[in-house]
């Protein structure tokens, strides 16, 4: 049973930034992929970020230019650094590591963008 946690989270105002972590039961770096997805209330859950076991990164069209991802060898995490953050970005963020045919799943960590 492979488990994630995300951590980071948090209440920002317009223009602010945060930083969401994300650890797992086993190494990041044995995953095929690792992404972060969002979910806003009301609306479908979505590709925020991926990153590919070579390293690879695609970012969903809205994130672009104010989102990254990465992996963090020291720490064995997968980061997601948030810039110029939008009302619009608020949602619960998830990690997910994906193996074969298996996707797993961290519970979310809430990221509130408002004045």
């Known amino acids: 049973q492979v488990q994630l946690v995300e951590s980071g989270g948090g209440l920002v105002q317009p223009g602010g930034s945060l930083r969401l972590s994300c650890a797992s039961s086993?190494?990041?770096?044995?995953?095929?992929?690792m992404g972060w997805f969002r979910q806003a209330p009301g609306k479908q859950r979505e590709l925020v970020a991926i990153?590919?076991?070579?390293?690879?990164?695609n970012y969903a069209d809205s994130v672009k230019g104010r989102f990254t991802i990465s992996r963090d060898s020291a720490k064995d995490t997968v980061d997601l650094q948030m810039n110029s953050l939008k009302p619009d970005d608020t949602a619960v963020y998830y990690c997910?590591?994906?193996?074969?045919?298996?996707?797993?799943w961290g519970q979310g960590t809430q990221v509130t963008v408002s004045s």
């Open positions: 990153v590919t076991s070579s390293g690879t990164t």
């Open positions: 997910n590591g994906r193996s074969g045919l298996t996707s797993n």
């Open positions: 086993r190494s990041i770096f044995s995953f095929a992929t």
